[in-house]
């Protein structure tokens, strides 16, 4: 993730919360609510990050095959699983 500029501690942040959500503790729903915001809120920084990047290497002239795609698992979905990858 460093080549999209997370420190490392923003980086650890969505699997701790996904080991959270996926370990099957009886959560509070608003506990519930925070780790699923954090996992979304990375997931929306990542592909701001990634676009930009594509914006960058798109006024540079540079190409990469298969570059910039990545999921963050249960972004988009509002469930907590899976991936948004469609």
Do not use: I, W, Y
């Not at 699997?15 to 809120?41: K, V």
């Amino acid at each position: 993730m460093k080549p999209l500029g997370f420190p490392l501690d923003e980086t650890r942040a969505p699997p701790e919360a996904t080991d959270r959500l996926d370990s099957g503790e009886q959560l509070r729903p608003e506990e519930r609510d925070r780790l699923l915001e954090r996992t979304r809120g990375f997931g929306q920084a990542t592909r701001r990050r990634g676009e930009d990047l594509r914006v960058q290497r798109t006024r540079a002239g540079v190409s990469f095959p298969g570059a910039g795609r990545c999921a963050v698992r249960g972004v988009g979905r509002g469930d907590g699983g899976g991936s948004d990858d469609g």
